[in-house]
C-alpha cells in the first residue's frame, strides 16, 4: 500500500509539473526571452549568487540548533556534518522524485550522529513548518500593501489558507502530544496491529518532540529569528536577480513573488519543481505589469541560481560519503530499520 501510495505521488507530481509548464510556455515569444536572458546583468547575479549560499549556511545554522537540543556542548553536533548532510539531501530532492530528499536526511544524519531517524525527521518538519509560518505572515503584508488583481489575491489567499491549515494540525499534535500518541497505539491495537502498536507509538512521541524542539522555548524563539534572517535573506537574493533580469519591481512585490513561489512549491511535482516553479514565478510577476517572457526568463535565471550549485556540491559529498542511490531510496520510510532504544535527546 505504501510503495502504490509513493507511486501515485510521484506520478501526480509528473502530471503537475507537465500541466504548470504547459500553462507557463502557452503562447510565449521564444526570441524576447532569449533576449531577456542574454540582457543578463551579471554583477547583480553574483550578488544573488552569494545570499543564496548565507541563506542555505544560515538554514544549516538552524537545523544544528534543532538538532542540539538536549545534547551536553561537548556532544553537538559538528556544522560540517549538518551542511554536508543539508547539501545532500536539497540535492536529492533536485534529482530524485517523491522529495525523497527530506527523508535522505533524517537517515544521513542519524548514520553520522547519535540521532534517531524519527528525531530528525521531526526537527526537518520542524524547519518546513516555520518556514511555512513565515512565509504566511510574510504573504499575508504583501497583501495588505500591495494592490494586486483579484485574481491573483484570491489565489495567493487560497494558498496561505492552506498552509495555515496544514501547521495548525501539525500544531494541534504537538500540544496535544501524549493524547496523540495514546490515540495511535489505541487506534492500532482496535484494527489489529497491536503488535506494532508500542513502537509506532514511541516512533510517533519522537517525531512530536523533534517537531517541538524537544519542549525548549529558547530554541523555538531562536528558530523563529533564524527563519526570519532566513527568508530575508532569500528576498533580497531574488530581488537582485531580478534586478540581474532587468524587471522594474520594488522589494515588497519581489516579496510577494517569493511568498507565492515558495508556497506553491507545497503542491506535488517533478524533481527540482521543474514546471511549477516556472508557472508561479511568471504567474505572479504577471500581477505587476512583467510580460510573460521577461517573466519566464527571471524563471528559469532565478531556477539556475539555487539549483545548480546545490545539485553539484550535494553530489560531489555525496560521492565522499561512499553512498548509494540504493541507500537514499530504500530509506524512505521514517523509522524504518531504526532502533529505539538508540540514545535520543531528551
Not at 521543474?274 to 535565471?301: M, P, R
Request: aromatic share 12%; net charge positive.
Amino acid at each position: 500500500m505504501k510503495g502504490k501510495l509513493k507511486t501515485v505521488t510521484i506520478w501526480l507530481g509528473i502530471l503537475l509539473s507537465i500541466v504548470f509548464a504547459g500553462l507557463a510556455f502557452y503562447g510565449i515569444d521564444w526570441r524576447k526571452t532569449g533576449l531577456a536572458l542574454r540582457a543578463v546583468q551579471w554583477p547583480y547575479l553574483a550578488v544573488a549568487f552569494a545570499l543564496m549560499w548565507v541563506g542555505f549556511v544560515w538554514r544549516t545554522v538552524r537545523w544544528k540548533r534543532l538538532l542540539d537540543v538536549g545534547r551536553p556542548a561537548d556532544d553537538a553536533i559538528h556544522f560540517g556534518d549538518c551542511f554536508s548532510v543539508m547539501t545532500v539531501g536539497y540535492m536529492a530532492n533536485n534529482i530524485l522524485p517523491a522529495r525523497i530528499g527530506e527523508v535522505a536526511r533524517a537517515y544521513l544524519v542519524g548514520r553520522k550522529t547519535r540521532t534517531t531517524k524519527s528525531f530528525a525527521f521531526g526537527t526537518i518538519v520542524t524547519e518546513r513548518l516555520a518556514d511555512v509560518l513565515m512565509l504566511l505572515l510574510l504573504i499575508s503584508f504583501t497583501l495588505l500593501t500591495l494592490k494586486l488583481p483579484p485574481e491573483s489575491k484570491v489565489i495567493a489567499t487560497g494558498v496561505a489558507w492552506l498552509g495555515f491549515g496544514c501547521a495548525a494540525g501539525l500544531v494541534s499534535a504537538i500540544v496535544l502530544r501524549p493524547t496523540v500518541v495514546r490515540l495511535v497505539e489505541r487506534g492500532l491495537t482496535a484494527v489489529r496491529l497491536g503488535r506494532y502498536a508500542a513502537r509506532l507509538a514511541d516512533m510517533t512521541d519522537r517525531f512530536l518532540r523533534g517537531v517541538s524542539c524537544g519542549g525548549s522555548l529558547r530554541t523555538l524563539a531562536w528558530v523563529w529569528v533564524d527563519s526570519f534572517g532566513i527568508w530575508i535573506a532569500s528576498l533580497y537574493m531574488t530581488w537582485f536577480v531580478a534586478l540581474a533580469c532587468n524587471l522594474d519591481v520594488g522589494v515588497t512585490q519581489i516579496l510577494y513573488v517569493m511568498c507565492y513561489v515558495n508556497l506553491g512549491a507545497m503542491l506535488p511535482s517533478a524533481p527540482g519543481y521543474v514546471g511549477t516553479y516556472q508557472w508561479f514565478c511568471t504567474h505572479s510577476l504577471s500581477a505587476f505589469g512583467v510580460e510573460k517572457e521577461a517573466a519566464l526568463a527571471f524563471s528559469f535565471v532565478s531556477h539556475i541560481v539555487w539549483y545548480v550549485p546545490l545539485t553539484l556540491l550535494g553530489l560531489v559529498l555525496f560521492l565522499r560519503e561512499r553512498l548509494s542511490w540504493g541507500q537514499l531510496t530504500e530509506e524512505t520510510g521514517v523509522g524504518g530499520g531504526e532502533t529505539l532504544d538508540e540514545s535520543l535527546p531528551a
